[in-house]
């Protein structure tokens, strides 16, 4: 399985990103996948997550209202939209998946991204 996530880059506070994640080499149908994130000196927290083949979404409380998930069954693609951005949203942010949902904690991810570093300047 491999995830290929893009889209990070250096954002102005109160500016938007969308981050896109592909994913490959299984059929994801029933997985759970999402967002988790990696600010400097702490430790990995999640974002959101959905399922691949839809239903309910779940945020964090620091994102809610904020940051969408979306995904392309088609071509096997999801993406986090992040609006509204603030300094303390920056960090490296890991697309995600496995056979639970929601993959509110890390040790429930069986796959994970190289991350893309997104940094919000205030």
């Known amino acids: 399985v491999q995830l290929q996530a893009s889209g990070g880059g250096l954002v102005q506070a109160g500016g938007s990103l969308r981050l896109s994640c592909a994913a490959s080499g299984r059929a994801f149908s029933g997985y759970g996948m999402g967002w988790f994130r990696q600010a400097p000196g702490k430790e990995r927290e999640f974002v959101g997550g959905t399922k691949w083949s839809g239903g309910s979404t779940y945020y964090s409380d620091s994102v809610k209202g904020r940051f969408t998930i979306s995904r392309d069954n088609t071509k096997n693609l999801v993406y986090l939209q992040m609006n509204s951005l603030k300094p303390e949203d920056t960090a490296v942010y890991y697309c995600?998946?496995?056979?639970?949902?929601?993959?509110?904690?890390?040790?429930?991810?069986?796959?994970w991204g190289q991350g893309t570093q997104v940094t919000v300047s205030s």
């Open positions: 995600v998946t496995g056979s639970s949902h929601p993959l509110i904690q890390s040790t429930l991810v069986r796959y």
